[in-house]
Nanobody
Framework: QVQLVESGGGSVQSGGSLRLSCVTS???????MGWFRQAPGKEREGVAQ???????AYADTVKGRFTISQDIGKNTLYLEMNDLKPEDTAMYYC?????????????????????WGQGTQVTVSS
């Protein structure tokens, strides 16, 4: 497993922006890094994922608003979130997997991720 530490959460108004960061202790030789979120009373859901081959996947609810990226030299994963909506309010988690995204690009299940950060809270008010 790798150690992951998220930061960058906060409270913003609807339409605002935030950038989340996740520092990883190391990378798997072949990997997928992802952002998940969980709102109170709801199941955890995948938001965005990036793998070591450069493939990207997004949830339909965030396409066009969120961008996942990474700076391998800084061991850091990012999630740029724009045009935030109250329904984006959740605890956001960074996770690492030894699996790659499939060629038919879709988000992969959280059960395939074996390392998780502690989470960072994002709250969007209307």
């Amino acid at each position: 497993q790798v150690q992951l530490v998220e930061s960058g959460g906060g409270s913003v108004q609807s339409g605002g922006s935030l950038r989340l960061s996740c520092v990883t202790s190391e990378y798997y030789p072949s990997y997928c890094m992802g952002w998940f979120r969980q709102a109170p009373g709801k199941e955890r859901e995948g938001v965005a994922q990036i793998d070591s081959e450069g493939k990207l996947a997004y949830a339909d609810t965030v396409k066009g608003r969120f961008t996942i990226s990474q700076d391998i030299g800084k061991n850091t994963l990012y999630l740029e979130m724009n045009d935030l909506k109250p329904e984006d309010t959740a605890m956001y988690y960074c996770a690492a997997s030894k699996w790659l995204l499939p060629e038919r690009i879709v988000l992969i299940s959280s059960i395939l991720f074996d390392s998780w950060g502690q989470g960072t809270q994002v709250t969007v008010s209307s």
